[in-house]
């Protein structure tokens, strides 16, 4: 395993989460932070007639973010 590689611990993390393993999850994660290891934020494609939209998470920087928003609380409830 190569230590300074995201891939890895995400993917021991995600393999822990299925299984409920939640104190195996936190020491994980908290052995990516001692080691300094970040994962790349997920990112979506979205194309919209001629338009192509970059969605990244956590990013509310779309002009049009709080319909985007409300739209996904609409279809949540």
Excluded at 16 to 31: I, Q
Aim: hydrophobic share 40%; glycine share 2%.
């Amino acid at each position: 395993m190569e230590p300074q590689d995201a891939f890895a611990y995400v993917l021991l993390s995600n393999i822990f989460v299925a299984a409920s393993r939640w104190d195996d999850v936190a020491n994980v994660r908290k052995l990516m932070k001692d080691n300094r290891v970040r994962k790349e934020p997920g990112c979506r494609w979205m194309k919209v007639n001629v338009s192509l939209h970059t969605f990244v998470v956590r990013d509310r920087s779309h002009p049009q973010t709080e319909e985007i928003y409300a739209k996904l609380e609409e279809l949540m409830e």
